[in-house]
C-alpha cells in the first residue's frame, strides 16, 4: 500500500476492524504528527498530477486512437 510504505498510513488487517488494536492505531496515528506530514507531502504530490488526464491518455492509448493534443484527422 502505497501510503503505507510513504508513512501516510498503517495496515490493519480485516480481522481487526471494530478492535481495540485499530483503536489503538489510529489513536497512535493520531497522535503522530508525522502521519500528518506525510499524508500532506502525498497530497502535494498528486495535486501536481492530472490524474482524469492519464487515465483518458491510458484509454486512448489501449484502444489506439490519437493521443490528446494531437491533431485528429479530418
Do not use: N
Amino acid at each position: 500500500m502505497l501510503a503505507q510504505r510513504r508513512g501516510a498510513a498503517r495496515l490493519v488487517p480485516l480481522r481487526d476492524a471494530g478492535s481495540a488494536k485499530l483503536t489503538a492505531v489510529a489513536a497512535e496515528m493520531l497522535g503522530d504528527p508525522s502521519y500528518r506530514t506525510a499524508a500532506e507531502r502525498m497530497r502535494e504530490a498528486f495535486e501536481k498530477v492530472d490524474g482524469p488526464g492519464a487515465a483518458v491518455d491510458a484509454i486512448v492509448a489501449f484502444v489506439g486512437l490519437t493521443p490528446r493534443g494531437s491533431d485528429l484527422p479530418s
